[in-house]
Every structure is written in structure tokens, then in C-alpha cells.
């Protein structure tokens, strides 16, 4: 079965500086993978996606995530940050051919200090 | 253009009580999905279903029941809740299993 690990429960910035979530996943083929932000009292939105070809993949608000096979990550980048994107992220690996459907990390919570 | 629709938004229930909770879709999506949110533990799907007339199990089905008799609803059953049941659930849908999944704004389910 997939997995995804997000090894960051909670991760503190400063306005400005850079930001990098990580995920890790377990998967047997080439995974679909997603990065989702959930605003609090709010639905899922995604911020970006991997299917195939170029490992960086560049999403709404200014972020970035690189698929890196070999170390079976597909982290989450940004170079600045801003005080509106404190909010909870999820990694996500997604549904195949052999019945395995869209699988989440624990998520991260990112908090963004003045 | 709605998307997904949850209702209710919040709920209370008492020990031993059933409910519905609602999930519709306007996007003519197959593939619709209930998850449970629990603070720390990520989503963990619940049941899903590829098409009317088909619904599978997830990973923590049990206290739970769905149904799927059109494309556009896809409502959540639960018989007896109890207190674990505690949680925020929320719908999705996508066009196909690979692509991008849809969420509602959630409902937030307490058993007391």
C-alpha cells in the first residue's frame, strides 16, 4: 500500500524568509503527487501537482515542488513568505490502476511570524 | 459554479444517534470520496466510489455507510455514532482517479 510522510507537524517562518516542507512517500510505480493548503475552517485547495516530465513543478501563490525519485520526495518550496500562507499543507500521493486511491500525509502546519 | 457541497456544516449528535451527511457534486465527476480529518492524523478515506451504483471501502470504514444512486450524490450514513466518530469529514470528487480531487468545505461532527 502507499503512504506519504510529512516528518514536520509544525513548522514556524518569519515574513520573508523561505520555506520548505518535505514529504516522503512509498509508492511502487511513478506517483501522481499533490500538494494541497487548507486554510482553517476551510476545504482542501490544490496548490500543485506532479504527473510526469519535469520534476519542478511550479503552482499557484508563488510555490514550487521538485520530484526527486531517488529520495522518493517531493518537497515544497517557497522563497518568501507571507503571512497569509500560515495554514495547514498536505502531501499527497494519488490513485492507481491497482485500487490504491488518494493518499494523504499527516499534513504541516506552517505558522508565519511578523 | 458550486463544486462540491457538504451539508451540514456542524453538527451535535448524542451516543447511539444516525445521521446523514450530504455531498453533491456539479462537475459530472466519477470518482467521489469521503475522508475523516482528525487533528494530527492527516485525511483518512473513509469509503469512495467510481461511478453511480459503485462504493468501496477505505481505510476506516467501519461505523459507516454510503451510497452512490446518481453521479451528482454520494451522502454518508452513520447508524450508531459514537464518540470516535468525533471529527471533521469531508467530500471530494474527481473526474478520474488521477487527477486533481475536488474538496467540500467539510462538516464538523461532534458525539456527545
Known amino acids: 500500500a502507499q503512504s506519504v510522510t510529512q516528518p514536520d507537524i509544525h513548522i514556524t517562518v518569519s515574513e520573508g524568509a523561505s520555506l520548505e516542507l518535505r514529504c516522503n512517500y512509498s509508492?511502487?510505480?511513478?506517483?501522481?503527487l499533490f500538494w494541497y493548503v487548507q486554510s482553517p475552517g476551510q476545504g482542501l485547495q490544490l496548490l500543485l501537482k506532479?504527473?510526469?516530465?519535469?520534476?519542478l513543478v511550479q503552482g499557484i501563490k508563488g510555490f514550487e515542488a521538485e520530484f526527486k525519485r531517488s529520495q522518493s520526495s517531493f518537497n515544497l518550496r517557497k522563497p518568501s513568505v507571507h503571512w497569509s500562507d500560515a495554514a495547514e499543507y498536505f502531501c499527497?500521493?494519488?490513485?492507481?490502476?491497482?485500487?490504491?486511491?488518494?493518499?494523504f500525509g499527516g499534513g504541516t502546519r506552517l505558522m508565519v511570524k511578523p | 459554479n458550486a463544486g462540491v457541497t457538504q451539508t451540514p456544516k456542524f453538527r451535535i449528535l448524542k451516543i447511539g444517534q444516525s445521521m446523514t451527511l450530504q455531498c453533491t457534486q456539479d462537475m459530472n465527476h466519477n470518482y467521489m470520496y469521503w475522508y475523516r480529518q482528525d487533528p494530527g492524523m492527516g485525511l483518512k478515506l473513509i469509503y469512495y466510489?467510481?461511478?453511480?451504483?459503485?462504493?468501496d471501502k477505505g481505510e476506516v470504514p467501519n461505523g459507516y455507510n454510503v451510497s452512490r444512486s446518481t453521479t451528482e450524490d454520494f451522502p454518508l450514513r452513520l447508524e450508531l455514532a459514537a464518540p470516535s466518530q468525533t471529527s471533521v469529514y469531508f467530500c471530494a470528487s474527481s473526474f478520474r482517479e488521477d487527477t486533481e480531487a475536488f474538496f467540500g468545505q467539510g462538516t464538523r461532527l461532534t458525539v456527545v
Open positions: 509508492y511502487g510505480a511513478t506517483p501522481y
Open positions: 466510489s467510481v461511478g453511480a451504483g459503485i462504493t
Open positions: 506532479y504527473f510526469s516530465g519535469d520534476t
Open positions: 499527497a500521493v494519488g490513485a492507481d490502476n491497482a485500487g490504491n486511491m488518494l493518499t
